[in-house]
């Protein structure tokens, strides 16, 4: 079971940090990261992690966004900077682990004045 926290409403230009927790200890060979759902739109992917630290971001959110884990407490962080209008959505953590996909409950994040 994932648990997502650390979504509201922000101001442009502000920050959040999303964290997402695993409930049970993590297989080692695994991967975590983020979607996102903006209202009318199709999930996208945003970021993910691998075990080994290996980090990827997408275009749109590249020199904003950052995806870390803490294995030690099984969990994703996604430290969102410079947030705009168009980054409101609900974010989505999953985790990839022995060719299964499990997803959290999503957490919603608003950018607006």
């Known amino acids: 079971q994932l648990q997502a926290s650390g979504g509201g409403l922000v101001q442009p230009g502000g920050s959040l940090r999303l964290s997402c927790t695993a409930s049970?200890?993590?297989?080692?060979?695994?991967?975590m990261g983020w979607y996102r759902q903006a209202p009318e739109k199709q999930r996208e992917l945003v970021a993910n992690?691998?075990?080994?630290?290996?980090?990827n971001v997408v275009d749109s959110v590249k020199g904003r966004f950052t995806v870390s884990r803490d294995d030690a407490k099984s969990t994703v962080y996604l430290q969102m900077n410079s947030l705009k209008p168009e980054d409101t959505a609900v974010y989505y953590c999953?985790?990839?682990?022995?060719?299964?996909?499990?997803w959290g409950q999503g957490t919603e994040v608003t950018v607006s004045s």
């Open positions: 049970d200890p993590i297989f080692r060979d695994n991967v």
């Open positions: 992690i691998d075990a080994g630290g290996t980090a």
């Open positions: 999953y985790l990839v682990v022995l060719r299964s996909t499990y």
